[in-house]
């Protein structure tokens, strides 16, 4: 694969200098710089500048002669940088190159904690590559295969929030966009539009430079309306699956009944066979690891890609009971994580957790045992405050040890008697699996969730 660098350079010289010294370190290809000064002396001067005139045109604007120009053309994928990223990886380049293919549209490293508002943008995972539903726009790699469709487009608004619109543009002609997570920057946060004096210009511009931009293209407009409904619903249901095909539909039906407004996130886990021919008339996200990564794995990537305030999981062979989730959606004034019975499938009886037989809760009560079940509700901000799930362990308790882990953080648990799931249970699966080493794999959940 062919690829080259772009720098948008805009009156911050020293922090252009900072990102092309960064890719000067990194494995050799071209890099360009976009200027845009205002003025020459705020100009940026060295390597392969490519000069845009004084008159202010935008992130958007560069980006709109970036998708025209033949130049870039002759490469497989053009990197755009805004100029205040930093502390950019040595092996930065030599990674991206590793994942790039013909079906990849848009893919960037992951960003350090203040580095992006969007929470997969975050490290989620230890290593690999992982799908997500869009990038922030600061520093990412665009397939070039695309230009002749986003030139349809052009001008893009003068201010940007490029990210969501061109995922959904790529996404919409069958690309996948994707993070790594083997590669972590810096960004500063609208740092270059601070230190060049317009960010106050900037945000109060903003608004109505995408209202007019989605006025002139209809079709841009509702896609980018659907994301953002899809992310302002009431609880996001996360599924995981890994070879449950068979199963998958109902369980996405069970979640479209649920009795609320739900996004429904699922995530597979590299089955034998994608089940997204089976599912993609539903509505769903879908995402898909490029490899097994496990249980623990799957649910935070689909977190991550959700910025919903209550989250449940629910497996890919179980079904939400009518009525359920709306009985522990009615309690959740009660509590950070409100939890019910369970109703095996093939026996009809019912599963109480540990929990509901509490007189008084005390934390450390986790160590005996796991108290609750899977598929509870909870806040956003447990999974947040712990990590998420733990990832060290391909096949685990991975619910005990998490309830165990937000415990100690001190959120509270309520319990509702009411049967919210059913459960399939089947033997040979995974808890079978983990029982022929329990003590073992006990006193691993144990020992972390002491050190938490």
């Given at each position: ?109 992951v960003f350090n904690k203040n580095g992006t508002s969007w929470p ?187 910025n919903i305030k209550w989250i449940l999981p629910l497996d890919a ?47 450390d009560i986790f160590l005996s045992n796991n108290q609750l079940l ?79």
């Amino acid at each position: 694969m062919k690829i080259c660098s772009i720098i948008c350079s805009f009156d911050s010289p020293k922090l252009t200098d900072r990102v092309y010294e960064g890719l000067l370190k990194n494995e050799k290809h071209d890099i360009f710089i976009l200027e845009n000064s205002t003025t020459k002396d705020k100009m940026y001067k060295k390597g392969n500048v490519i000069d845009l005139g004084r008159d202010n045109v935008g992130f958007g604007g560069m980006h709109d002669y970036i998708w025209s120009n033949p130049l870039f053309r002759e490469y497989d994928f053009v990197g755009i940088y805004n100029n205040d990223v930093f502390d950019i990886p040595k092996n930065y380049i030599t990674i991206i190159k590793k994942y790039l293919s013909d079906e990849i549209g848009i893919i960037s490293s992951v960003f350090n904690k203040n580095g992006t508002s969007w929470p997969h943008m975050r490290r989620v995972h230890k290593d690999g590559v992982r799908d997500v539903g869009h990038v922030e726009d600061m520093a990412a790699f665009f397939n070039t295969k695309m230009f002749d469709k986003l030139c349809e487009y052009i001008p893009f608004h003068k201010y940007g929030v490029l990210d969501i619109s061109l995922a959904v543009l790529y996404k919409r002609e069958g690309y996948r966009t994707v993070v790594i997570d083997d590669i972590i920057m810096g960004h500063m946060l609208s740092g270059a539009r601070k230190e060049a004096g317009v960010y106050e210009e900037y945000i109060g511009s903003l608004g109505g430079a995408m209202t007019k931009w989605h006025a002139e293209h209809d079709d841009l407009r509702d896609l980018y309306d659907d994301y953002l409904r899809s992310i302002s619903k009431d609880v996001a249901i996360i599924i995981p699956n890994y070879n449950h095909n068979e199963y998958l539909r109902d369980a996405i039906i069970s979640a479209m009944n649920c009795g609320l407004n739900a996004e429904i996130i699922v995530i597979d886990d590299c089955s034998d066979e994608s089940p997204y021919d089976l599912i993609k008339d539903l509505p769903i996200r879908f995402f898909r690891h490029d490899r097994n990564r496990g249980l623990a794995q799957s649910r935070n990537t689909a977190i991550a890609n959700s910025n919903i305030k209550w989250i449940l999981p629910l497996d890919a062979d179980d079904t939400l009971r009518e009525g359920g989730l709306r009985v522990l959606w009615n309690e959740k004034h009660n509590g950070d994580i409100i939890h019910g019975n369970l109703l095996w499938k093939n026996s009809n009886n019912v599963l109480k957790p540990g929990l509901s037989l509490q007189e008084e809760y005390d934390p450390d009560i986790f160590l005996s045992n796991n108290q609750l079940l899977g598929s509870s509700l909870y806040k956003r901000e447990c999974w947040e405050a712990v990590n998420g799930y733990w990832e060290d362990h391909h096949e685990f308790y991975e619910d005990w040890d998490f309830w165990g882990r937000v415990a100690k953080k001190g959120y509270k648990f309520h319990y509702v008697d009411y049967n919210v799931y059913n459960y399939a249970g089947e033997p040979g699966g995974m808890c079978d699996r983990l029982g022929k080493n329990r003590e073992h794999n006990a006193d691993l959940i144990r020992d972390h969730i002491r050190q938490s």
